[in-house]
């Protein structure tokens, strides 16, 4: 019911966008979260966004280099990540949860029941 793409190898500086295909069963009333995983550590928040998409939250790392966004009339989350570093590799992966707040936004990876396949991102010279 998720899926997640655009992934990719991209040099260090450069610019990908993420994309998270929501099936319309669950897009409407959700919140939605990017996560992602690098090898041999654990799952980390990347950015989430709200069900109106009024209220955002980036992690510390990503902060003014990546932007959470979403098209309700296209059901798709879109994370456009630029200026990347090596440190940024890793699979990356949208969930959704349920909600009837359209401003709350989730942070943590335990309340969300729905995800998405993941979608590896490479950044290397």
């Known amino acids: 019911q998720l899926q997640a793409s655009g992934g990719g190898l991209v040099q260090p500086g450069g610019s990908l966008r993420l994309s998270c295909a929501v099936s319309g069963s669950i897009f409407s009333g959700n919140a939605v979260g990017w996560f992602r995983q690098a090898p041999g550590k654990e799952r980390e928040i990347v950015a989430a966004?709200?069900?109106?998409?009024?209220?955002?939250y980036y992690a510390d790392s990503v902060k003014g280099r990546f932007t959470v966004s979403r098209d309700n009339a296209k059901n798709t989350v879109y994370l456009q990540m630029n200026s990347l570093k090596p440190e940024d590799t890793a699979v990356f992966y949208c969930?959704?949860?349920?909600?009837?707040?359209?401003?709350?936004?989730?942070?943590?990876?335990?309340?969300?029941?729905?995800w998405g396949q993941g979608t590896q991102v490479t950044v290397s010279s």
């Open positions: 966004i709200s069900w109106s998409g009024g209220r955002t």
């Open positions: 969930a959704a949860e349920p909600t009837i707040s359209r401003y709350y936004v989730y942070t943590d990876g335990n309340e969300y029941d729905y």
